[in-house]
């Protein structure tokens, strides 16, 4: 078994949680904040047989867009203010796939 584990645009978080849910894999929505922009966005976690490990990930990109969003010279990015507005293209989908050492349902 592997972890999934999905960082995605808030706005895209609904379709992909129905479509995995559609298509019968476990997961769990986290509401988490990006490092650098500190905007918010979403983190899914998915415990995820090997064979399948592919297909979760097709389903997240498919429905993963990424978006361009302006950083306004009023937007506070890691303690500074930019000197002038720039675009900063976010996402679709940042993803990692993990080992899983252990795994049971208690
Ligand atoms: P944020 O950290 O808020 O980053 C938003 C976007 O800002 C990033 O989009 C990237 O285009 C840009 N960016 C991030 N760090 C930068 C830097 N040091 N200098 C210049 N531009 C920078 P994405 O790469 O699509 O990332 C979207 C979100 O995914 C990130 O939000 C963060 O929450 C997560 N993420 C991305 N890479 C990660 C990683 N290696 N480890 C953990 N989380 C990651």
Redesign the pocket.
């Known amino acids: 078994m592997k972890l999934i584990l999905s960082?995605l645009n808030s706005d895209d978080a609904s379709a992909v949680l129905r479509t995995l849910t559609k298509q019968g894999f476990a997961a769990t929505k986290m509401a988490?904040t990006?490092?650098?922009?500190m905007?918010g966005?979403v983190t899914i976690l998915m415990g995820v047989d090997e064979d399948r490990v592919q297909q979760a990930i097709d389903i997240i990109k498919e429905q993963s867009h990424s978006r361009k969003q302006m950083v306004s010279t009023n937007s506070e990015v890691n303690g500074y203010y930019p000197r002038v507005p720039a675009d900063?293209?976010?996402?679709g989908a940042?993803i990692f796939v993990l080992d899983i050492e252990h795994f049971e349902r208690a």
Not at 34 to 37: A, K
Not at 88 to 91: A, D, I, L, Y
């Open positions: 960082i988490t990006g490092g650098f922009l905007a966005n900063v293209v976010v996402g940042t």
